[in-house]
């Protein structure tokens, strides 16, 4: 389906749905990792299979027959689920949802976790899209993140993953990492584009609280990361990728054409998806949910069976904000501009809100305009170049 026809759709409910599926173990935590993980618990992968499928089945009635087009399986490390718990999974999905005969269905996954075997097993059940991640091809790098893998590791994971049927295969990769200087990052980017993935997300060091990473700088340790290099790095990769013939679509990925991810695609759009499993945010019909972030306290929301909820809230949501207009209308303009040609359509916008996007924030867009970060086009508003960088600039004002 073409991005541009995409775009011009009212709004979430016109639109089909995306799951997204949070798997939140992992056999050693990265250490600039603030998601909700958890090592040392795979003796709970079994029950939270099960309870998993049995969210699916709490959501299915309320999801009134829309058609799911993306699933999503994040963390944590989802490849460390065996093959017949994805294939379960996605089972359930199917027998609960109507899914799209084109389905998207990403697989996040660690290199050393990925063999042919598997890989064809996984490919079988469903999954056609990995995500894997890579991070950096610096051996000092991987060690300062406590990663598990080396770049022999990747090359391999991905003529496995070629070998074993994928042609969509995304590899992530950070930047602004301390002591990681202009010269290792374009080493970095040399030796991943040797692979030619369809796909890169690339995303600068953030220093989360609580982690070693952070603490590590807070002590002096490790060096800070330094702002001007990461904007130097992330201005030497949009050169080069662009010159690999990969496309910016938005601000922290490139695809060759027909590889954009269509589920990140959903966020960026604002519509509708479903958050499962422990920790998972979700965004359906103007109502954001959050599951409880304990896996034993997920597992037991579902040990009665198929209780029912208000959808789109289940046994295991902690969380329900029903959002105002206002909140809707500023989340749809700060995950539009993120969407480096495409922007914000006006007329979408108009179809979705009732008026012009320049009739709410006009003061605010034009003045951005004025400074040269974005661009107010007849039929859509986006970020130029120079705004990518400055992009916060841009969305605090429209808060």
Same mark, same amino acid.
């Given at each position: 389906m073409k991005l541009e026809k995409l775009a011009i759709l009212t709004g979430p409910m016109s639109h089909p749905l995306s799951l997204y599926l949070h798997i939140p173990f992992c056999i050693s935590k990265c250490t600039y990792c603030a998601f909700n993980t958890y090592i040392r618990l795979e003796h709970l992968i079994p029950p939270f299979v099960e309870a998993l499928q049995t969210e699916l089945h709490c959501c299915a009635a309320g999801a009134g027959g829309r058609t799911v087009h993306t699933i999503f399986l994040g963390?944590?490390?989802?490849?460390?689920?065996?093959?017949?718990?994805?294939?379960?999974?996605?089972?359930?999905?199917?027998?609960?949802?109507d899914v799209c005969t084109d389905v998207e269905v990403t697989l996040e996954a660690n290199p050393n976790d990925l063999n042919q075997e598997r890989l064809a097993a996984a490919f079988d059940a469903g999954i056609n899209r990995l995500s894997i991640g890579v991070q950096s091809t610096q051996a000092r790098d991987l060690r300062l993140f406590a990663r598990r893998h080396d770049n022999d590791q990747v090359v391999q994971a991905v003529l496995d993953a070629r070998q074993a049927g994928f042609d969509l295969v995304n590899l992530d990769l950070i930047y602004g990492v301390p002591?990681?200087?202009?010269?290792?990052?374009?080493?970095?980017?040399?030796?991943?584009?040797?692979l030619k993935p369809g796909h890169f997300s690339l995303y600068a060091l953030s220093l989360e609280a609580g982690t070693p990473l952070q603490e590590w700088v807070a002590r002096g340790e490790v060096a800070a990361p330094d702002?001007?290099?990461?904007?130097?790095?992330?201005?030497?990769?949009?050169?080069?990728?662009?010159?690999?013939?990969?496309?910016?679509y938005e601000i922290s990925n490139w695809a060759f054409p027909g590889q954009e991810c269509r589920h990140n695609l959903q966020y960026w759009r604002n519509l509708d998806w479903l958050g499962l499993g422990p920790?998972?945010?979700?965004?359906?019909?103007?109502?954001?949910?959050?599951?409880?972030?304990?896996?034993?306290?997920? +597992?037991?929301?579902?040990?009665?069976?198929?209780?029912?909820?208000?959808?789109?809230?289940?046994p295991a949501t902690e969380e329900v904000v029903h959002l105002t207009r206002k909140?809707?209308?500023?989340?749809?303009? +700060?995950?539009?501009?993120?969407?480096?040609?495409?922007?914000?359509?006006?007329?979408?916008?108009?179809r979705r809100f009732g008026e012009d996007v320049t009739d709410i924030f006009g003061d605010e867009l034009r003045a951005h305009e004025k400074g040269g970060l974005l661009e107010i086009m007849r039929d859509r508003i986006r970020l130029r170049p120079e705004g990518?960088?400055?992009?916060?600039?841009?969305?605090?004002?429209?808060?």
């Amino acid at each position: 389906m073409k991005l541009e026809k995409l775009a011009i759709l009212t709004g979430p409910m016109s639109h089909p749905l995306s799951l997204y599926l949070h798997i939140p173990f992992c056999i050693s935590k990265c250490t600039y990792c603030a998601f909700n993980t958890y090592i040392r618990l795979e003796h709970l992968i079994p029950p939270f299979v099960e309870a998993l499928q049995t969210e699916l089945h709490c959501c299915a009635a309320g999801a009134g027959g829309r058609t799911v087009h993306t699933i999503f399986l994040g963390g944590g490390t989802p490849s460390l689920l065996q093959t017949e718990h994805l294939a379960d999974i996605l089972r359930t999905i199917n027998l609960c949802f109507d899914v799209c005969t084109d389905v998207e269905v990403t697989l996040e996954a660690n290199p050393n976790d990925l063999n042919q075997e598997r890989l064809a097993a996984a490919f079988d059940a469903g999954i056609n899209r990995l995500s894997i991640g890579v991070q950096s091809t610096q051996a000092r790098d991987l060690r300062l993140f406590a990663r598990r893998h080396d770049n022999d590791q990747v090359v391999q994971a991905v003529l496995d993953a070629r070998q074993a049927g994928f042609d969509l295969v995304n590899l992530d990769l950070i930047y602004g990492v301390p002591e990681q200087g202009l010269r290792d990052w374009e080493q970095t980017l040399a030796e991943v584009l040797l692979l030619k993935p369809g796909h890169f997300s690339l995303y600068a060091l953030s220093l989360e609280a609580g982690t070693p990473l952070q603490e590590w700088v807070a002590r002096g340790e490790v060096a800070a990361p330094d702002d001007d290099l990461a904007a130097e790095q992330y201005e030497l990769a949009s050169e080069v990728l662009a010159a690999a013939g990969y496309q910016q679509y938005e601000i922290s990925n490139w695809a060759f054409p027909g590889q954009e991810c269509r589920h990140n695609l959903q966020y960026w759009r604002n519509l509708d998806w479903l958050g499962l499993g422990p920790g998972a945010h979700g965004h359906v019909a103007g109502t954001r949910t959050r599951t409880c972030l304990s896996p034993r306290k997920y +597992i037991e929301a579902f040990s009665g069976g198929r209780e029912r909820a208000n959808y789109p809230a289940t046994p295991a949501t902690e969380e329900v904000v029903h959002l105002t207009r206002k909140e809707e209308i500023s989340e749809t303009l +700060i995950m539009g501009l993120r969407l480096t040609e495409e922007g914000i359509g006006r007329a979408g916008f108009s179809r979705r809100f009732g008026e012009d996007v320049t009739d709410i924030f006009g003061d605010e867009l034009r003045a951005h305009e004025k400074g040269g970060l974005l661009e107010i086009m007849r039929d859509r508003i986006r970020l130029r170049p120079e705004g990518r960088l400055l992009a916060n600039q841009v969305f605090r004002d429209l808060v």
